[in-house]
């Protein structure tokens, strides 16, 4: 960004961005898919206002909703990667994390390793709820919790008749599914 005032429009696209990553991370995972360089965009943006124009940035909103971004990005890269893919293939979107991670400030470099951290637990299943990848042209499965249409990515209680849960919802309540 070119100024103070391009820096906080970037803060509130990214604010705005990370809240559809968290309530409706299937939109954000087609979003991605549709519009390449989205993320990389965003991210050198992002970037450059951090050397620029950095009190300008609330830097701990900032910084977890691009770990956000950069980690929806590393999902969307790795379903559209082709069978026997190798971690490889999707070294370019773990590049535009890596500038966080070793980032001169220290509070930066904090933040971006609590984000990604706490964020990567999201990607695990655990409890009874296992993840299931909801495949194009299959039976679509509503959220139980939301009643959102489940694209992509289930998770489905093992213990009980018929229970699903999005993305979203599982990394917000995992705890509060039946049987767990």
Not at 15 to 24: E, F, K, N, T
Not at 28 to 57: D, N, S
Request: net charge negative; glycine share 6%.
């Amino acid at each position: 960004p070119a100024s103070a005032s391009d820096a906080e429009q970037l803060a509130c696209d990214l604010v705005l961005l990370g809240r559809v990553g968290a309530h409706r991370p299937g939109n954000l995972r087609c979003c991605l898919a549709q519009h390449h360089g989205l993320t990389r965009r965003v991210a050198g943006a992002f970037m450059r206002a951090l050397e620029h124009h950095a009190t300008a940035l609330d830097l701990e909103q900032c910084v977890m909703h691009l770990a956000q971004l950069l980690l929806v990005q590393v999902h969307v890269d790795a379903l559209a990667a082709p069978d026997g893919a190798t971690v490889a293939e999707l070294r370019p979107t773990f590049e535009l994390i890596r500038p966080l991670l070793v980032h001169k400030m220290e509070n930066v470099r904090g933040l971006a390793a609590l984000s990604l951290g706490s964020l990567a637990a999201h990607f695990k299943p655990t409890g009874p709820l296992a993840a299931e990848a909801v495949a194009e042209g299959e039976v679509r499965y509503v959220c139980d919790a939301c009643s959102c249409t489940i694209a992509l990515r289930r998770w489905h209680c093992a213990e009980c008749a018929d229970y699903d849960m999005c993305d979203a919802c599982h990394s917000r309540d995992a705890a509060g599914a039946p049987g767990s």
